[in-house]
């Protein structure tokens, strides 16, 4: 009994400690090439993509090497005539004449390779890992460590005009998926030697490179320490694109809002940074996260700042009259057709009324099968290709619409609704923002067909409560508005001349709290 | 599960819960809505029997008019809904008609049903039909089924700026009718052109809630501006030169007032002054007058003025001697200085026995038109 | 429930003095007022603060001999573990009854004007939902929510100025001279019920982040107040005068009703919307300190105990709030809590300085528990 008991908890322990991923327990590599060829043989045979060349230096025998690299993740130009191309053809003589071995790797190191990011190895794992990271590794008989060579390339976008964030007169580059593209197109915008890049990988499985990017003398060390405490802490196999790491780094990832803004624009990130926020790139995502986020960073789009003051206020305060009508107009529509009919103006209440006469359903029904349908229109028009989407979704648009006013089952009234409140939802700069709106408004529209106008209240009321409980990294979400800072509000509803924004936002933690000296 | 889970799920579900009853709702296809009400005593001698009456627009069909007889006006609600389900929606009432007969018996127990509706907006007019308003209804449903309604409120609503003849609303009736030392005033319609087209025929002067008297059009000239209620209409004149005619026309004026009390022990001294203020529109004249004239103009305003004047200070006759109540809201004044010794006299023979009242009229024309 | 989202600013301090006061109590004031007062009304509305004023300086002075300002440290040092933890639980019966009947009255009158045929406990159950929803998420997010609140009263103000422009009349105000003493007194009882929320402050006091500011905050708090009230009651009667505003059940709703104005006529509907969160927002103090006190007194884990009390107090809630027939019978009640307020904001601190007068010495040196 004992022992079999023993036993289970011990396999259990067994079974524990063999985490995916984790490599035999001999460490160490072979000097002889065959033996290492041989430890490596399993991984380099299950996948055909990775390649082994044998080849010798300067054409003698006796110096055995052999490259490994990963097909299409290397710059194949690069290994072909920078190091296999030098390799057999220009090595020294003397080198290949004696010598001892840790003598030959940095012989080798110093005279015949042109590249530039190269390190030395011992170990089996890292070796192995790096292998799979698409780097290149150059093993070489009777030697005991192996060379590592980082030239990877591969296919990579170049910089296009970010998709879904467009501006009239902001930069037309957007984010990449390559890391490496997207931190030097920060580094264009962002000369200042104070930010800072701080790289490290996330998944188990996937090793997906981040990387935290800062400026060291206006980020607050304590919001700082905060993220990456939060980044250290995910433990998971992998992960398919940043959003993975926004849930896992988010105060409350049950809410509705969106914590974390992402920007696919570096133009857009490089304001944020100097504001004092932290920004988090990975690998495979066209999109950095930018931490702390509020809620009125969602409603902030580029051309605010980039267009004159007057109209660049005008069309930021429609944008909060959207986001209020995108979340209130179904709800408001059925409160007044089903509730309140004394607050319609009569004319206006009897077309109403004379348009609704044949259609069977009781208003609030109506609604919620109009917002259905839109709701899957939208969906429908994300998955299908741009060209065919938007035809598709004109014709559903038009024709469903149409179709159903002529056969009773809607009225002109709720279509027109429907439509507004579907143009206010997607004016919304942030898509995640346009994601949550429309939930919240099916949340109205349930409250408002129960309780008219009182249940619109009293939903506008949780909304708020719920904002204003939010926190962003310890950064109070619905800051200016609650907590109000009356400082702040020169860029929330309305944005100030950016003459007298003197200084940078109270609400994100920040040192140096000067932005420029006051002009005259 | 932790605590904040189960709150949240316990508010879902309650929610989820709540939402099984729309208790108030009520599809705006499924309401009679009605624009105008009329209510009237009927021809029997039982006072409290009552007509209900509404003239309800397209949304059941045409404008339709249906007399009620109930003894009391929510009772002739559900009367109604005998032979009309849908519900009655007071929601959108514009105008309140009541016949002259119950107007003169008291209105008071006929517009608190109006004013206890929180749904019903204070700024429904209310007008005084001569005859019975349900007939009124009747003859303007037959005649313009489709906009008669319409017609009439605007008609009501933009007395004022058209004509001497004010809108009163709800509002304005209940505070004359509870307030001391004021008395409501209501505008008056009949049928005229063979009992097909309504017409502001004047004003029924009130005495707290109860009609006591109507003046005609000309007369509700000098009440409005008297009164001070603003209007702006067109007022016809004469101007004599050497006693003889020398020119007629007309001029759109409106009209303002000021008022100044004095005390003289138990006697009470009113200054008003009319003012008078607008455009000269209109000359018959064949005699040219020079451009510039400002004698002429003079000689205009002077007419105006002592025409006017000739005309309120028989008003104000009629007023202290027949009426023996202020209908020209003028108390209000001696209110604001003597409140707490006046408060309760105010009502019984003030205006007649202690009150002497001086009118000034003064009339600006500041624009003669395209024409010298 | 971490106690350190507890913690309020001095700031929000005063928006909550302002939102525990100002609920529907104001929509029935200038009734109540003008009938005793009649054009002076406006002066008993300023001889009502003074016991608020009072109050504020009371707690304030007895708070500052302490180290530890807490009602429930001190209540405990001064009275014994056993009278103090009984004094509490009276504070606290009377902090969820009152707000009871503060959501029962804004039930009402959401029912009369927006919902007749919707049943009174779907209502109230829905106020208490969200009431209880807030005051879940600590009191760092009521003093925020406090906040916003706050300027839609500046709204509801810009909403009532809108019938004086167009029915007003200074008239109705005069004359200034021949005052009613005894009126204007009588007038000033009411009107003190309608301050009625100052006393949170109790509770608060502790809450707050810097307390040198607590006094200061509090009386601006309370100013604000006495100006709405003052230009609540001057608008509804300069509109309807002495005699007609007695007629009227809440003449600051109806006087929204008086404009002639197109398409947005209807103005007490935008109030009432705007004032949807007002309604609850006394509950959200009070209720607040209600579960807040009461984990104290009991020395219980807020972390694990917080949300379960919150949610107890809102079936409680509901229950008193059930308990009037009518909506007299639910007014009455807030007429009697009114006379409860006078005495847990001025009878407790004087209480609580008369036992700190009679132990006196032995407090001043004694160190703090929690020091």
Known sequence: MLPSFIKRILGRKKQTAAKPGSFPDDDKLSPHLNEKMIKLQPYVDRNRDIKARPFFAKGDPRRKLTLLYMEGRVNQDILYEQLLKSLMLYSDEDLIQGGSAEHLIDRLYQTSISIGQVRKSDSFSDTLQSLFEGYVILLIDRVKDVLIFDIRGGEHRSPEEPPIERTLRGSREGFVEDIIVNIALIRKRLSDPNLVIEKSTIGRRTKTDIAILYIDDIADPELLANIKDKIEQIDVDGIAAIGYIEQFIEDNPRSIFPQLRSTERPDKLVTELLEGKVAIVANGTPWVLIAPSQFINFMQASEDYYERIIVANFSRLFRFFAFFLAISLPGLYISLLSFHQELVPFQLFITLAQARQNVPFPVALEVIIQEVIIQLVVEMGLRLPTTIGQTVGVVAGIVLGQAAISANLASPGIIIVIVITTICTFSMPNYSMVLAVRVLRLFMILLTSAFGLFGFSIGWFLILVHLASLDSFGVPYFAPFAPTRYAEIKDSLIRAPLKTMNKRPASIPHQDNIRQERIK | ?372 | MDHSRFHITSKQLIFIIIGTQISAGVLSLPRLVAGEAAQHAWISVLVGAVPSFLAIALICYLYSRFNDPDFVNVSKRLFGRYLGSTLMLVFITYAVYFESIAVRVFAEITSVYMLPTTPKWAIVLILIIAAVYAISLGGQVIGRINEILFYLILFDLVIISIPVLTDGEILNLYPLTEIDYLGVLKGAIPTSFAYSGVEVLIVFYALTGRRDEVFKAAIIGQTIVVVVYLLAVLAALSVFGIDSIATIFWPILTLLKVPDLTVIERLEFFFLVLLGGLGVRPTLNLGLAASYSFLRVFDLDFKKYYVPVVIILGVIMFIIAMQPENILEAYSRAYYGGYAFWAIALGYPLLYHLASLIREGGIKNEPSESA
């Not at chain 2, 002259?100 to 608190?112: I, S, T």
């Open chain 2, 1 to 372: 599960m932790n605590h904040r889970k189960v709150l949240k799920l316990g508010v879902y579900i309650t929610l989820l819960f709540l939402l099984s009853g729309c208790w108030d709702a009520t599809d705006v296809d499924e309401l009679a809505i009605v624009m105008v009400a009329g209510y009237d005593t009927p021809m029997s001698v039982v006072d409290t029997d009552l007509h209900v009456s509404a003239l309800t627009d397209a949304t059941i069909g045409p404008g339709e008019v249906r007399g009620v007889d109930a003894p009391s006006i929510g009772a002739s609600r559900t009367s109604r809904n005998y032979s009309t389900p849908r519900d009655y929606a007071l929601t959108q009432l514009q105008l309140a008609l009541y016949g002259e007969e119950l107007a003169r018996q008291g209105l008071k127990n006929y517009v608190d049903i109006l004013l206890r509706e929180p749904a019903i907006k204070n700024s429904v007019y209310l007008a005084i039909v001569e005859g019975k308003a349900v007939d009124f209804l009747q003859s303007i449903n037959e005649n313009e089924p489709k906009m008669g309604g319409q017609n009439l409120i605007t008609l009501v609503e933009l007395a004022p700026d058209q004509s001497y003849i004010p809108a009163t609303t709800l509002y304005d009736f209940a505070l004359d009718m509870t307030s001391r030392g004021k008395n409501p005033v209501i505008p008056m319609l009949r049928l005229i052109h063979g009992e097909k087209v309504p017409e502001l025929s004047g004003i029924a002067i009130f005495k707290k809630d109860t009609m006591i008297d109507k003046v005609g059009q000309l007369e509700s000239r000098w009440l409005m501006m008297l009164r001070g209620l603003q209007a702006r209409a067109y007022i016809p004149f004469t101007v004599y030169r050497d006693g003889e005619v020398f020119d007629r026309g007309s001029v759109l004026l409106s009209n303002d007032r000021k008022v100044k009390v004095v005390r003289n022990g138990n006697e009470f001294d009113f200054y008003i002054t009319i003012f008078l203020e607008g455009t000269l529109t209109e000359r018959l004249s064949q005699q040219p007058v020079f451009f510039g004239d400002r004698h002429y103009i003079k000689e205009v305003e002077q007419a105006i003025a002592s025409n006017t004047k000739t005309g309120v200070e028989q008003f104000i006759r009629y007023m202290q001697e027949d009426l023996q109540i202020d209908c020209i809201d003028i108390s209000k004044y001696a209110l604001a200085k003597w409140r707490k010794e006046l408060q309760d006299q105010i009502d019984h023979d003030f205006i007649n026995e202690r009150v002497n009242i001086h009118v000034d009229v003064k009339v600006t024309i500041k624009n003669v038109g395209e024409l010298g």
